[in-house]
């Protein structure tokens, strides 16, 4: 198959994506989801020892609550899962206390539970309304915990006939970063026409379980790294540039 073409199904930036550009692919942006902030039901920030995020939307929607705004001069201590959560606390002006070395909620846990610091403390788990309850559950072993959603993800519901088309050319690698995300084009698009790449384990899994099949599955959860697998993957002669 001749690749040329690269489909992104995520919601956010794309910017990550420029290294692929630079050596000749066509980037084509096609959210499979849209993220809306919630309603957080006002709290002080001294009721929670610790505050827990997961995403970079979860970090996003909790902060620019107004009734968070009003209360940044109260210090709060901030657990990330992922570097890439934590640049984005660091943004609203947060150092965190703790980062996992993985973007897997598991290897969170288990990180936390061998730091052993959360003991008999306060915790908010800060997340979006489809994420599991894993963390909530596990955590409940350790400490006193609640989970907020910040966050809501509404998977596209429309077929759009310029991706339907991209996709028939049969030359482009499509590109997920969620469940959910996959779950949005699974419902319209035909899979075995197009490569398909994932963020992660956790993705991977769920686009099997539909059946697809991943030739490519990004060992570090992050943008850049997948760039880099892409474009050792798919050598300069099989690119229709």
Known sequence: MKVRDIILTNSGDTSSFNSLVNRGFILHHFPMIEISHREIRPFSLDKYDFYVFTSKNGVDSFFNAPFIKVQYEKKISTICLGEKTAKKIREFGV????????????????????????????????????????????LKNICSVDRVNSYSTYIQE???IDLNNIIKNNNSISIFSSPSSFEGFAKFYDMSKTNIVSIGK??????????????IT?????????????INYFNLDKINI
């Open 95 to 138: 150092f965190p206390t703790f980062i996992s070395n993985s973007n897997y909620s598991n290897d969170l846990f288990k990180e936390l539970s061998e730091k052993g610091f959360l003991g008999k403390k306060k915790v908010l788990l800060v997340q979006g309304d489809l994420a599991s309850d894993y963390l909530l559950n596990n």
């Open 158 to 160: 429309n077929l759009n």
């Open 202 to 215: 956790t993705t991977t899994n769920y686009i099997k379980s539909k059946g697809g099949n991943p030739i």
């Open 218 to 230: 990004s060992k570090n959860q992050n943008f850049e790294s997948l760039s880099e697998e892409i």
